[in-house]
Nanobody, 127 residues
Framework: QVQLVESGGGLVQAGGSLRLSCEVSGRTASSYSMVWFRQAPGKERESVAGISWSGGMLNYADSVKGRFTISRGNAKNTVYLQMNSLKPEDTAVYYC????????????????????WGQGTQVTVSS
């Protein structure tokens, strides 16, 4: 069984930074590809950034390119989302999700592909 636990959310002013963490537990935790999704109030959940199990392949939503960076820890069972230059429109609950495969640039946004999900962490950006 794989479990995901997010942390690092909070309240920050526009222009500030936060780093989210997602700790993956389980015997094969390091072999999963990981994606961060977010859901703002009244909106559908959307993809933010994804990383392959090796860390060698990355994808970002256009809205966060140049501001957010996804990475894996050395042991590969922790995934980070460094968020800089935050905007009020980044306010959302952020979820990490895991899948056994890396689906590439064309499919990484598909939520149904991810087998395991965390409980979410709230990020609020004030103007």
């Amino acid at each position: 069984q794989v479990q995901l636990v997010e942390s690092g959310g909070g309240l920050v002013q526009a222009g500030g930074s936060l780093r989210l963490s997602c700790e993956v537990s389980g015997r094969t935790a390091s072999s999963y590809s990981m994606v961060w999704f977010r859901q703002a109030p009244g909106k559908e959940r959307e993809s933010v950034a994804g990383i392959s199990w090796s860390g060698g392949m990355l994808n970002y939503a256009d809205s966060v390119k140049g501001r957010f960076t996804i990475s894996r820890g050395n042991a590969k069972n922790t995934v980070y989302l460094q968020m800089n230059s935050l905007k009020p429109e980044d306010t959302a609950v952020y979820y990490c999700a895991a899948a056994r495969a890396w689906y590439g640039a064309s499919r990484w946004r598909e939520q149904g592909l991810y087998e395991y999900w965390g409980q979410g962490t709230q990020v609020t950006v004030s103007s």
